[in-house]
């Protein structure tokens, strides 16, 4: 059979002329519009380097009526596209025989852990020590305006992970086949299509709420039973083998396979384990502060005064990195075009804080996490689950700096100059602020690294640092302070059967490379 597929690149239009896919098909040359019979979008990104002529560049499947003479088209990047097949899932007789599997955690990785696992006709048990994403969503929402925290189902624990309260961000470094059948697995489940081709894809908190419903709907019609509002306080072991979970209210099951996918602020998890001699080393990870600005600033610094209010561009992200004199990274991280910023404490007399957007982003604000690189020798002591402890102070300090889960905030330009805000600007976030000096809440050599890179945010993007920037502390779950290290089978490297996967391991970070690393574990499992 002749292939007449063809993948078309760095496809640009004007943001004023484009007003859908068919009006960039038509724009083309009439010999290869007119040959044209089907197309699917692949990739849509925004070039805004000329604020008088900001394109969208798309990248295109295109197929024809007949085979085209590649060589009389000359001002197009075009190539024959073959579809990849999609590799087969084969599981050995043996994988079958194996005990039950049963997955912690609901998050992104104990999701597609599931998911996985049922493509191979096999069906687990999901532990989750929250409850399900409607009754957690109502707990969150009545956090925010009591500041009563339920402890067990929050921003951080429930049904969906810490992602369910962000942005559900999809884009990732890790370039992965298993990328687009993540995404897929999504569209099937209600996400919205443009997240198979946005360069920065992005579900919304909103939109993820029922999408993660139907997941669990499909998780219970394929018999997966699901343990909410059970949290587990022990593992079994005999040696160095697992032999049952122990739930908060002494339910044993038994397994000999623990797919452990906690995430990232399952602290009390952690130190069970390591209690139980169970193996841990350190890992890097970050901490620092979450910016503000108004929306309408960031656009106008990013697309121009001219097109700050172009509805095609909606609100604009960014992303920022700086090396800092002393060799620290200071970098933007899970940066919220027209979003808010919330409360994601988890424990009492700890405060916590993220960003979060809707899908459709139309919050009168922009934030961003600006966090400084936190290493090893910085917070090491005599174990090598020291971070915790580390992360514990500085949460208390913030706590205690301001009332009862209120935000300790402070103008930019008055923390660059050690001084308290005698005013403070509107904020989005949940529940409220409270004017305190940050400079008073992390060391020095944090403080200071922020300063520095804040200046040279302001080189990259001018009117970064202004009288409208709003700084709120503190940020300090960006990603775990540990790792469990495991083979390459991803099975711990001491214990059997114990197989840590997603953000809690220590060897991911997001909704994409933690629902990757699930899946990859799984397969691994079952090869």
């Given amino acids: 059979m002749k292939n007449n597929r063809y993948l078309l690149e760095q496809l640009k239009i004007s943001v004023n002329c484009y007003s859908s896919i068919e009006n960039l098909i038509s724009s083309l040359s009439y010999e290869i519009s007119k040959e044209i019979v089907d197309f699917e979008i692949v990739k849509k990104s925004i070039d805004a380097r000329n604020k008088d002529n900001i394109l969208f560049v798309f990248t295109i499947i295109i197929t024809t009526k007949n ?108 370039n992965n086949s298993l990328n687009k059948y993540i995404k897929k697995k999504l569209v099937l489940f209600g996400a919205p299509d443009e997240i198979l081709f946005e360069s920065k894809p992005h579900i919304g908190t909103d939109k993820l709420i029922s999408v993660l419903k139907k997941v669990r709907s499909y998780l219970e019609k394929n018999n997966v039973k699901i343990l909410f509002s059970n949290k587990v306080i022990d593992i079994i072991l005999k040696k160095t083998e697992i032999k049952e979970v ?40 970050a901490a620092g502060v979450r910016i503000e600005h108004p929306q309408q600033l960031i656009n106008e610094i990013q697309y121009g005064s001219k097109n700050k209010n172009n509805p095609a561009l909606g609100a604009s992200p960014y992303k920022l990195t700086c090396k800092t004199t002393t060799g620290r990274n200071v970098f933007s991280f899970c940066m919220c075009p027209g979003g808010i910023v919330i409360c994601s404490s988890n424990q009492q007399n700890r405060l916590v804080i993220n960003g979060m957007s809707n899908y459709k982003r139309n919050s009168e604000f922009a934030n961003s996490a600006i966090v400084v690189s936190i290493l090893p020798d910085d917070f090491i002591k005599s174990s090598p689950v020291d971070g915790l402890t580390f992360i514990r102070e500085y949460e208390k300090r913030a706590f205690s700096a301001a009332s009862n889960f209120q935000a300790p905030a402070q103008k930019l330009n008055d923390f660059l100059t050690d001084k308290v805000s005698d005013s403070l600007p509107r904020s989005s976030y949940k529940p409220a602020i409270e004017s305190v000096n940050l400079n008073t809440i992390y060391p020095e050599f944090i403080n200071s690294a922020l300063k520095e890179a804040f200046y040279a945010f302001n080189n990259k993007m001018k009117g970064f640092i202004s009288n409208d920037a709003l700084l709120i502390g503190i940020e300090t779950r960006t990603s775990s302070p540990v790792r469990l290290p495991r083979k390459k089978n991803y099975e711990h490297i001491q214990i059997k059967g114990l197989y840590p996967v997603g953000e809690g391991s220590g060897y991911a970070g997001g909704i994409m490379s933690s629902a990757i690393d699930g899946i990859k574990a799984v397969d691994s499992y079952l090869s």
């Fill in 67 to 174: 085979i085209l003479d590649l060589k009389k088209i000359k001002k197009l990047k075009i190539t024959p596209y073959t579809q990849k097949k999609d590799k087969t899932l084969n599981v050995i007789n043996s994988a079958l025989k194996k005990t039950q599997p049963v997955i912690v955690g609901m998050g992104p990785a104990g999701i597609f852990c599931a998911l996985r696992f049922l493509d191979y006709g096999i069906i687990p048990t999901i532990i989750e020590r929250g409850e399900k994403v409607e009754s957690r969503a109502e707990k969150v929402s009545s956090f925010w305006k009591s500041g009563i925290l339920d402890t067990e189902s929050n921003v951080m624990f429930g049904e969906g992970g810490a992602g369910t309260f962000s942005d559900g961000k999809l884009h990732t470094q890790v």
């Fill in 246 to 285: 122990v739930l908060n209210n002494y339910q044993s099951i038994l397994t000999n396979n623990i797919f452990l996918a906690t995430g990232h602020s399952a602290h009390d998890t952690y130190e069970m384990l390591y209690k139980k001699g169970i193996y841990f080393e350190p890992k890097p990870f």
